[in-house]
């Protein structure tokens, strides 16, 4: 079926007619008015019936002119007109062409243009956004580059309502995180590279291979309806023009990582000597690894970032692009800092010097292939390889300090040391085949079809946890193992692999069209997406028979890991569980996600009105089988789920001016479960807190509501206003799950979650000059207030007896996880118009506190007002600044340099802690995790053919 599809979509694109256009767009100002934007000036393609007139800012726009050069006329009734020659229009590109009219001819050096991808540019995104039918905000190459933005991940956060987590990495849009959210590129689904994860690590993607990053706040009936949030697109970078080659390099340093006695000795992972070249290969078993790889880990001085990149293109002939770019990045961070964990309000771990060390390598090609059939069509090939590899080191207790409840039972005698090393790498491969036509005058049909394969491993990760005796008058300090479980020393192997199917089409009609009264516009097609992961953990443990196995020093674990120690008896090889054979039989899990889905939309526009009503059918299944150790309800079981529902979706545009819209929103969307939310295998974090899937979670329904203003200024300036509003019902939440210490889990915890709020974004121009030594100045600002609510269920068995309740401390109700309340984000650019161009931007963000995990109730069902609870575990907020200066040293030559994080804020999470013994009964806010990420200062320089 699937090849089936693949030969009807070839020839369908083999034997289309389509027209290869172009936009022409810009500003025009009025030189007898101080440079003001001039309104209702005409602007037409000599020799051709292509025209418009400008709006009330200067702006306009032709589409869909052929591919030529042509003379471009622009004229203003007792204005001087100004005819532009030999100005090439690209395919899907946009050319801006910005002039001034006046009393006399402008001359021809007066006249700006450009020619740049039709979503590079700021002044093209704004035309998007303010011709849009649904409710987006874009970022385009042009700006990421002003602004010192160097991935994705970080693109998404100068976006209004959008926010990040430095503890779990996600990326929050208005409150809503991970599984709220919905990350396509060039509008097809890509796989997670972390099985925490239902999204992809967007800072896997360097800006330059990113053409632009919108996110869309309102749902759209042709995408998938699994989003709630939004949803995440990243455009791919293509050839610009005939003829691309560059490179650059970069060199940089991260504070806390070169600070004094860390730089010299940073640690990395026994597993160092596997790497090269930035990829992993190991060429021995877990198993073996036990006595025949060292348990130690290993060190290096002057942890320096780098990075270096190279990117070419070239079009062959008329018909044929070519683009590639590639890069590798290394970079180093440490952190340092406390971390505790309390069960029931004891106190059941604690450090206070808990470091992580971490050396990140990213590799990164991207090949980009165009081809015109004849002149009518285009089809695009895209591939996209990743490989990160993620060395870290996590120590704590090297201070002698160190409590773990279960092993130090006199502190004054006994300290912890618990060392974990891990090395993940994540492979990529992403594969698209696009196409778009243009079908006659009135049909447009676009599809893709595409292949996915991720591999995620950690495939030897080492952990010790050893006990320290401190020193007595009688005898010195001595190290022990660590003796309860029998897995406190092992290496364990982690093996993931997604691998995706997907397609789409989408076809558009024009019924009718007529500029002066309404236009009838018809879309239909469908989406499918078919994921498989297979995935096995598998863990080897160590321990000792009886006492007397002691390492000489926490740095010299070797000693005792030796074949002779287990040929004698004195170490055994421990295994969670065994075929009938003795072999290991790992924890493992296969799943699948099937998702079809068929939508039809309908656009009417008339006089100031757009009315976009869309309806999706979509039919998703998720079937899950494991085999896991300690799973709730037994090893071994499996998951069947299936949703089927109609997705509604409702867009209104009222453009009550050229510079004014306004817009309103309606649709309902899913939010599914995704496959490790599910599985019930337990994953171990570094610190030793467990994430462990839930096989009874279900599917949350989310119903939207959106309303905003937006108001054009001039040509490069927006202000807008939105009001938003969510119900989500039975929503999903990380919980702290009651009687496992450190466990947490995923529960419909509640009936309903609300959240509304507003957001306020501003780009304002504060100095434009036009002259030759003049310089430019313009401030962004987004914020966004928001309110959230969910209540906390109770549950029942058949009999009436209570089966679960989620309320803890007397609370019926709590905010929701992953919130913020206030968010803020700004930035001030400064350029000049010199020949030699010199731009610096300062930028700076702010989040709010938020939930970071839910509390628990007690163990006991019987309980209730117990004080043996769990509050919720908060991320405190902190505001993060950064600042970029580039100078143009030549015409191909830009030197750059970035400063990261420069306040290096405390990143914190607390909880209240009620004191179970002694003194009055009131709750005191206790740290759980407290550390610094380091500020980053890099130099760079870039070449250009």
Known sequence: MKKLFAQILFFFSAFAFAQETGTIAGAL?????????????NVTVKNTSKGTTSDFDGLYKIENIPTDIYTIVVSFIGYETVEIPNVKVEANKVTEINTGLGASAAALDEVMITTVSRRDSEVALLLDQKDAVDIKESIGSQELTKLGVSDAATATTKISGVSSSEASG?????????????????GMPIPSDDIERKNIDLSLFP?????????????????????????????????????????????????????????????????????SLGFYSKDISTKDAITDQTWNAQSTNMPINYQYSLTAGKKIGEKFKVFFTGSQSSKFEYSEGIFRQFERNRRN???????????????????????????????????????????????????????????VNNEDQYSQFVRDQNTKQTRLWVNQLLGDHEIGEKNHLTWGLGYNKLNADEPNRIRNEVNIKKPTNTEGELVELGFQGGFQQRKTSQILEDLEYNARLKDEFTVFENDSTSTLKLSLGGNYRNK?????????????????????????????????????????????????????????????LNSSAGFLNVNYSFSKFNLNIGARYQKDMIDLNYDVANAPGGEDGSVEKSYDNFYPALNIKYALNEKHNFRLAASKTITLPEFKEIAPFEYVSATGQITRGNVGLEASNVYNLDLKWEFFPTNKELISATAFYKSIKDPINRVLDRGSAGVFSFFNSGEEATIYGIELDANIGLIASDEENGINIDWGINFSRMWHNQDLKTEFNEDGTLARTFKYNKKNEIGLQGASDYIVNSSLNFSTNWEREFNANISGNYASDKIFALGSAPDSQTQENSVLYNNEIIEEGFVTLNATLSQELSERLLLRFKAQNILNPDIKRTQDVLPLSGGAQSESNQTTRLYTRGAIFTLGINYNF
Do not use: C, H, W
């Open 349 to 407: 771990v604690e450090f206070t010097d808990a470091s992580l060390y971490n050396n990140t390598i990213n590799t990164t090609g991207l090949l980009d292939l165009k081809y015109r059939f004849n002149k009518k069509n285009e089809i695009k090939a895209l591939s996209l390889f990743v490989n990160k590899v993620k060395d870290e080191v996590y120590e704590v207790g090297r201070n002698r300090e160190g409590f773990v409840f279960e092993e």
């Open 532 to 592: 498989t992961r297979d995935f096995t953990s598998e863990f080897f443990g160590v321990t000792e028979n009886g006492a007397g196995v002691t390492p000489p020093s926490i740095d010299n674990l070797d000693a005792v890991f030796t074949a002779e120690n287990f040929n004698n008896d004195l170490l055994d090889l421990r295994l969670v569980r065994t075929d009938d054979d003795g072999n290991i039989r790992p924890d493992k899990y296969d799943a699948e």
């Open 29 to 41: 100002s009025d030189k007898e008015m101080n440079n003001e934007p001039l309104p209702f000036a």
């Open 207 to 275: 800006t330059r291979i990113v053409q632009s990053v919108s996110i869309s706040k309102t749902y759209s009936s042709a995408n998938s309806a699994d989003q709630s949030s939004g949803s995440i697109d990243i455009s791919s970078r293509s050839l610009v023009g005939l003829q691309e080659f560059g490179f650059g390099t970069q060199v940089g340093l991260n504070t806390n990582a070169n600070a004094e006695g860390i730089g010299s000795n940073f640690k990395r992972t026994a597993n160092e000597s596997d790497l």
């Open 170 to 186: 996600d990326v929050f849009v208005r409150g809503l995180g991970d599984r709220y959210l919905y990350t396509t590129l060039n």
